[in-house]
């Protein structure tokens, strides 16, 4: 199944600034996903990274705040903009595996805004 | 999306079989039942995910009832690794092909 690297692991941020966080997959999804997690509650989906155009957000999200890019079908980012310490989290992306048709998840990016 | 239900919690010894229950009484015909867990401080892990019959992998078993408004994932014997938070999710082809968490089962598995 396809592996994803996400980075940062985790970042320290000061509220107002932006952070964005990168993923590869090592093999070809046919669709990637952000989602956010704050600690000890459920996944959230933000958006769906479509590629090569405007990404798809979940009610709550707008793409101000969390612009999204996927120029290829295995690199997606997410920018979490004018941060405030309400958007500490976990963020994770997901791919779909386009053989297997599983979701493979990287490991997070733990985000602190101070 | 379809809304599933879990206990919030269970516990399991090790080496025992486990079952975790998951009811979905609103799925349709076109609804994936998939599971995945989520160890402490990782990303969520496929676990397994079937259609109308009856699945399994090297990790799990899936048990899907006939009429697809319950299943129930096996762990056949439990190890302390397999600790983690369970999650049944229903997907249908017609959303987009996106994962709707919800809560999910807490296992606890006691040495």
């Known amino acids: 199944s396809a592996v994803i690297s996400q980075k940062p692991s985790r970042d320290i941020c000061q509220r107002g600034t932006s952070l964005t966080i990168q993923c590869q997959v090592d093999?070809?999804?046919?669709?990637m996903f952000w989602y956010r997690q704050q600690p000890g509650q459920s996944l959230t989906l933000i958006a769906t990274a479509n590629q090569g155009s405007e990404a798809t957000y979940e009610s709550g999200f707008v793409i101000d705040k969390f612009p999204i890019s996927r120029p290829n079908l295995t690199f997606s980012t997410l920018t979490v903009s004018n941060m405030s310490p309400e958007d500490s989290s976990i963020y994770l992306c997901?791919?779909?595996?386009?053989?297997?048709?599983?979701?493979?998840f990287g490991s997070g990016t733990r985000l602190t805004v101070v | 999306d379809a809304k599933t239900t879990q206990p919030n919690s269970m516990e399991s010894n090790e080496e025992e079989p486990v079952h975790l229950p998951c009811n979905h009484s609103t799925i349709s015909g076109t609804d994936y039942i998939h599971w995945y867990r989520q160890l402490p401080s990782q990303g969520p892990e496929y676990v397994i995910h079937?259609?109308?019959s009856n699945v399994n992998n090297r990790m799990a078993s899936l048990a899907i009832a006939e009429d697809r408004k319950s299943s129930t994932l096996i762990l056949h014997r439990a190890t302390l690794r397999d600790a983690a938070v369970y999650y049944c999710i229903l997907r249908r082809e017609t959303s987009g092909s996106r994962l709707t968490f919800g809560e999910g089962t807490q296992l606890t598995v006691n040495p």
């Open positions: 997901s791919g779909k595996d386009g053989i297997t048709h599983g979701y493979t």
């Open positions: 079937g259609l109308t």
């Open positions: 093999s070809q999804v046919t669709m």
